[in-house]
């Protein structure tokens, strides 16, 4: 969590840095989009972790199968 607040801090260092105040839409669309970015990691990583899962479970019924 601590890393997500540096990360998120320096942004805004950037983005204020580049002329961007924080009650400007240029800094909020900059700051969505590297959230959005964020969320859709955490969603693929997800989604891959489930898909390994779900194919470990069919090979250990296959291997199941195999043993009766």
Do not use: P
């Not at 959230?35 to 069919?58: D, N």
């Amino acid at each position: 969590m601590s890393t997500r607040i540096a990360l998120y801090s320096t942004l805004g260092y950037l983005c204020n840095s580049l002329g961007y105040k924080w009650n400007s839409y240029e800094f909020w669309c900059f700051l969505g989009l590297f959230w959005s970015a964020e969320l859709l990691a955490r969603q693929e990583v997800w989604s891959s972790i489930e898909a390994e899962v779900i194919a470990l479970h069919k090979q250990q019924e296959v291997d199941k199968d195999k043993d009766s």
